[in-house]
């Protein structure tokens, strides 16, 4: 069987750590921030971890 190719809009998107859990960037966060909070900016920055069924699913497209 051959050898499953990365999806290259996941790669971008989402990292795996060392201990295996998915992260990923919060929507949201690019543009028309004039109008938006402080607070709510700051919920926007870091990254958020994934949890549940998408994990497998991810980590398929991206061939770990």
């Not at 295996?20 to 919060?26: E, M």
């Not at 900016?41 to 998408?54: L, M």
């Amino acid at each position: 069987m051959p050898k499953l190719k990365t999806h290259s809009g996941t790669k971008k998107r989402f990292a795996v750590t060392k201990t295996g859990k998915v992260i990923r960037r919060r929507a949201t966060g690019n543009h028309l921030l004039q109008k938006k909070s402080a607070s709510r900016k700051r919920k926007f920055a870091g990254t958020e971890t994934i949890s549940g069924k998408q994990v497998k699913n991810l980590k398929r497209k991206l061939g770990v």
